[in-house]
């Protein structure tokens, strides 16, 4: 049985609609359309139900670690209150069967009562996988209120934009248009040494979720030429900025400005209430790198998030040794194979 079947098998046709209306804030990782695009690669993926013994029906992930064994990981999951963090190490210690580990990292707020039910519970704070702080904007109450949230100079450059001319279309996740998203994430990649993954796996990435009918590639153009883009995943009332690019030149016509404005017009229209921007560094970060995303995004709302830590709790000896040296480990694959290993 090839793992992609094994995948279809085990998350049920009801899935989404299970976990959407549980509580918290779902993520789209916790999606059936996350779990078929990751099933293609090598991570193995099963579905827990909340009938199952978690506090909430949860994906989980497992990849093995050469000489060292299966890491599982529960990404991005959410309903966590400090109550429940008993229950859901209960149950990962049930069901841990050859794992040395398990990694969990929630899609809630930082909340210091939570962190201290982990800690108790035997988990210890371990690298996280993903991004830590973010923006997110409110669209719950429309467009026009997340405008006259925005700073004065996001809503001075959105203007700027629109005066300029640019246009921003919704368009297809095939043929030319995702080859000129491709080349604009490209382009954005040489030019600020952030990391995407490889084309093959953006592609398939935004084709799943198309299909699922939970993805979208927007363009922003200036006459007849694309100068910015942007990948959003919808999931539920919630999206995400997943990938985007601009061109290198022509930064004064503030394409990338309008054609974020033009998608959160467009999805509040789809009664989406949160649209998370994705990474920015920490507000106190001394480095130089990311300040201009920050600055980008940071216009957009007037307060930034802080994510709840990432946990790890150990099966096996080899667990403490994973969580010292997995950053070391993650730079190393990255160096030999070019991709993120997660």
């Known amino acids: 049985m090839s793992t992609t079947e094994s995948v ?30 990751r099933s293609t690669g090598p991570w193995r993926v099963r579905a827990a139900t ?16 050469a ?3 299966a890491l599982r ?26 794992a040395f580990a398990t990694k969990v990292e929630l899609y809630q707020h930082r909340d210091d009562d939570l962190d201290a039910a982990f800690r108790a519970n035997g988990w210890l704070p371990t690298r996280a996988s993903q991004y830590r702080h973010a923006v997110v904007v409110r ?21 700027t934009g629109e005066r300029n001319g640019v246009v921003v279309e919704r368009t297809d996740v095939s043929g ?45 153009k200036h006459g007849e030429r694309v100068v910015a883009g942007a990948f959003v995943v919808r999931f539920g009332t919630h999206a995400w900025y997943k990938d985007g690019g601009s061109t290198r030149d022509l930064p004064q016509l503030m394409a990338s400005r309008y054609l974020q404005w033009r998608i959160m017009q467009d999805l509040a229209q789809q009664g989406v209430h949160h649209y998370d921007l994705g990474h920015v560094p920490p507000p106190d970060h001394p480095h130089p790198a990311g300040r201009g995303i920050l600055i980008f995004k940071s216009a957009f709302a007037p307060d930034l998030v802080e994510y709840q830590p990432a946990y790890l709790l150990a099966h096996t000896p080899a667990a403490e040794a994973w969580r010292l040296g997995e950053s070391a480990f993650i730079s190393r694959h990255r160096t030999e194979t070019g991709d993120y290993w997660y």
């Open 73 to 98: 990981h529960l990404p991005r999951i959410s309903g966590i209150g400090p109550d429940e963090v008993e229950p859901l190490t209960a149950y990962v210690r049930e069901t841990a069967a050859g």
């Open 8 to 37: 279809r098998l085990t998350v049920p046709q009801t899935w989404d609609a299970r976990v959407l209306a549980e509580p918290g804030d779902p993520h789209f990782m916790q999606s059936s359309t996350w779990a078929r695009v």
């Open 50 to 65: 909340a009938d199952e013994g978690p506090p909430v029906s949860v994906l989980e992930f497992e990849r093995d670690v």
């Open 139 to 159: 669209l719950a109450d429309g467009a026009d209120a997340a405008f006259e949230r925005m700073k004065k100079r996001g809503r001075a450059e959105i203007r």
């Open 176 to 220: 030319a248009d995702a080859e000129q998203m491709i080349d604009l994430v490209r382009t954005t990649e040489e030019r600020s040494g952030a990391f995407f993954r490889d084309d093959e796996y953006l592609r398939r990435v935004w084709t799943a979720f198309a299909d699922d009918g939970g993805g979208s590639l927007y363009l922003a």
């Open 67 to 69: 000489e060292v064994g």
